[in-house]
């Protein structure tokens, strides 16, 4: 289980220092804890440990969140990085977050380790939360996609949902403290078969967002719209609001294919025009806006990939462009 990763000094640190690892090594790091943070901004030179300890005091998510880009390291488990994943292994995480109870806690914990397929557990920053490392067969990164949504379908339960961003081919996560750190000693990999049921709407590979190119293009001729409603900017600015409102996970780093697909479908239905709409979302994109990166990592062509794909998949509909004169309304 000698799988090569990258490790990242920060999550947002991906051009410079980067070091390719094995897992085994990165477990290491999480369960003894002695990896040394060194921030000389902040003034702060302290191990991962006592920094994780310091994490699961903060007051809020906010705070959390906005320590955990600072401070800690992270991981592409997916494989080796280089402006993207560049050599693709069998071994990848999947994050339960914000467990409701410590009952619910010990219950995920045991089935995850009664998993075959489930090669590690640890506990997230947060100290509330999980990440299981799992084990598959695939060895086709155009396939990466279906396979993790298979997994969050068969991890699914009733309270609690894997993190859809995991899916970003490239996703790197970030690296803690965690002493009881689970390691299956016999782990079986998840056996992957492509099933169409899992089809992907913004994949995470251009491979896949090729194959989309090779189907007719819808007609996008500009419909009629009615004498008072809202501009197409209008539109745009609230669909952005709407977005941070109800879907902030599509301004972060991992889901945005998902998010310029988002604002594809959103844009058809609402009756904006193809352009304006693409235009307005590579804006986006390159913005700092954008969680994490803060743009210009994700390039328009992705953005019109992806977001073309969503266009195309709806229809104009009146009622729906009538409804951005509504405020508060929800999606």
Request: glycine share 6%; proline share 5%.
């Amino acid at each position: 289980m000698n799988f090569e990763i990258t490790l990242f000094g920060r999550i947002n640190w991906t051009e410079h220092g980067l070091k390719t690892i094995k897992v085994q090594d990165a477990i290491t790091i999480i369960r003894d804890g002695d990896y040394y943070i060194e921030d000389t901004c902040l003034g702060i030179y302290d191990s991962l440990k006592n920094i994780t300890f310091l994490m699961q005091h903060l007051p809020d998510e906010k705070h959390l969140q906005s320590a955990k880009k600072q401070l800690l390291p992270a991981v592409s488990f997916n494989g080796v990085y280089n402006n993207g994943i560049v050599k693709y292994n069998n071994v990848t995480a999947m994050d339960f977050d914000h467990i409701p109870s410590q009952k619910e806690y010990t219950d995920l914990y045991m089935r995850l380790m009664a998993t075959p397929c489930v090669g590690w557990v640890y506990r997230t920053p947060s100290g509330r939360g999980l990440k299981a490392l799992v084990l598959h067969d695939n060895v086709d990164p155009g396939m990466h996609d279906n396979m993790y949504q298979q997994l969050m379908h068969m991890f699914q339960t009733p309270y609690i949902k894997t993190d859809p961003r995991c899916r970003d081919l490239s996703r790197r996560n970030y690296l803690c403290y965690d002493p009881d750190v689970w390691t299956n000693p016999s782990p079986v990999p998840y056996h992957f078969t492509y099933d169409t049921a899992f089809d992907v709407k913004a994949s995470s590979y251009h491979a896949y967002t090729a194959k989309q190119k090779q189907q007719p293009i819808i007609n996008r001729e500009k419909p009629m719209i009615a004498v008072g409603l809202p501009s197409d900017a209008s539109v745009m600015n609230m669909l952005k609001s709407r977005c941070k409102r109800f879907h902030p996970e599509y301004l972060i780093e991992g889901a945005r294919r998902d998010g310029a697909y988002w604002f594809g479908t959103q844009a058809s239905k609402a009756g904006v025009d193809f352009t304006f709409g693409l235009k307005y979302v590579q804006e986006l994109y390159k913005s700092n806006e954008i969680t994490l990166t803060r743009g210009g990592e994700f390039s328009e062509e992705e953005v019109e990939e992806n977001y073309t794909n969503g266009y195309d998949t709806e229809t104009y509909n009146e009622e729906y462009r009538k409804g951005f004169k509504i405020k508060r309304q929800r999606l």
